[in-house]
């Protein structure tokens, strides 16, 4: 099972987790998986390598955390990222409740 939380200050996104596996398939054919890990491993790219932030990132197995200042969560482009991150992981998930949920905390 796969948990992906995002968290929220004062209504902007100010990062997300991803936590575990899927488990739909085999590992390197859980496309469910694949497809959870690229849109994160996106989300890291576009914040530090396209738009220069300094992001807190911690990767590992199976892990992926990413979170901004508050500033730098209120910026016009972080918030586009995390919505469409957001967005895109919501319909990846979407009829799949058995192997990935999707929540929001309020920090």
Do not use: P, W
């Not at 902007?12 to 496309?31: A, C, M, P, R, S």
């Not at 890291?44 to 200042?69: H, M, P, R, T």
């Amino acid at each position: 099972m796969t948990k992906i939380t995002f968290y929220k200050k004062e209504n902007i996104f100010t990062g997300f987790e991803v936590e575990g596996h899927t488990g739909k398939d085999d590992y390197g054919k859980d496309l469910l998986c694949c497809q959870i890990s690229t849109v994160a491993q996106l989300a890291v790219v576009a914040v530090q390598e396209v738009a220069k932030k300094n992001a807190f990132v911690e990767i590992a197995d199976g892990y992926l955390k990413i979170s901004l200042s508050q500033r730098d969560a209120e910026d016009n482009s972080m918030k586009f990222i995390f919505d469409t991150c957001y967005k895109s992981f919501k319909s990846i998930i979407q009829d799949e409740e058995k192997f990935a949920k999707l929540e929001v905390k309020n920090v």
